[in-house]
């Protein structure tokens, strides 16, 4: 929580747009760039930076106050309390605005349903994340579409659509507050390690599975819509359990695990990633053993 008399020239000097972005669930790819939720469109052409967004494709900009106003579609006014606030108060927690897919799918009907194409289908073994096996993401529930290449990986709480550009979506109606377990291991009473992203919990999944392994390490799980979508449903999910946190390298990484140290009240175990790796996906590829 900030000062509540800070002025806009305030909040924009000390809020990076790109951190704002992802605590609104807005993802990223490596480039910053995400689907623009003003117009239609199939190609990243959103980006955005510390100070402001652009949209390539309508040219639509502002600061980070018109980030939030037009991205949730509420006043400026009503974004600017949104920062000075904070999003988890109980009072104010934002709706998102759905992003316009043309799917047309209700997630409730839709989760258990593939889509067009299969993930069995030999064409789609170029866009698997490197370390991950055909058979650890076809496990984890994951089907594809082989006309756009696109994967679409079920949560509990809905469907996200991981493009082959790198972009990253959801089905209209999904909401993502629960950890997303893939392989049904929270119900056991074992330890569990967080991720932050499906691709590093696939590659510790095929790692884990590889039969070469002397003691079982614990169960992954990931974060419910990356790094900042820590949330009290979440906290109330894992409260008690003995949990291990491996988040990427990077500043994102370490303050989202901070903030999860910070909040519960029970200590958490960091499973640290050797440091010349950016996530656990890489480290793992180049033959990294965690608890070892």
């Not at 807005?26 to 623009?36: G, M, P, R, S, V």
């Not at 696939?202 to 002397?214: F, N, P, R």
């Not at 999910?237 to 291990?244: H, I, N, S, Y």
């Amino acid at each position: 929580m900030i000062e509540s008399d800070l002025t806009s020239e305030d909040l924009r000097a000390r809020f990076d747009c790109r951190d704002v972005a992802e605590e609104l669930g807005i993802e990223l790819n490596h480039a910053d760039k995400t689907l623009c939720w003003i117009h239609d469109e199939n190609t990243p052409s959103m980006t955005i930076y510390e100070d402001h967004y652009l949209c390539f494709g309508c040219w639509a900009t502002g600061d980070v106050v018109g980030l939030i106003s037009t991205y949730m579609g509420c006043s400026l006014g009503k974004a600017r309390q949104y920062l000075i606030v904070g999003f988890d108060a109980e009072d104010r927690e934002p709706v998102r605005r759905e992003r316009r897919e043309d799917t047309g799918i209700d997630p409730g009907a839709w989760i258990h349903q593939a889509p067009p194409g299969s993930y069995k289908d030999p064409v789609m073994s170029p866009i698997l994340p490197e370390g991950c096996t055909a058979d650890s993401v076809r496990a984890a529930g994951v089907l594809s579409d082989r006309t756009t290449l696109a994967l679409y990986v079920p949560h509990e709480q809905g469907i996200k659509i991981r493009c082959f550009d790198g972009a990253k979506r959801s089905v209209p109606g999904s909401r993502f507050k629960r950890a997303y377990d893939p392989y049904r291991l929270i119900r056991h009473d074992s330890p569990l390690v967080l991720f932050e992203g499906e691709s590093d919990l696939w590659a510790y999944w095929t790692w884990m599975t590889s039969g070469l392994l002397l003691v079982q390490p614990p169960y992954p799980i990931g974060m419910p819509a990356g790094v900042n979508t820590w949330n009290p449903e979440l906290a109330e999910q894992l409260q008690g359990r003995e949990v291990w946190v491996c988040f990427d390298n990077d500043e994102a990484g370490r303050k989202g695990r901070e903030k999860i140290e910070r909040e519960l009240n029970w200590t958490t175990n960091r499973l640290e990633v050797p440091g010349v790796y950016k996530d656990a996906r890489e480290a793992l590829v180049a033959g990294w053993q965690p608890f070892s």
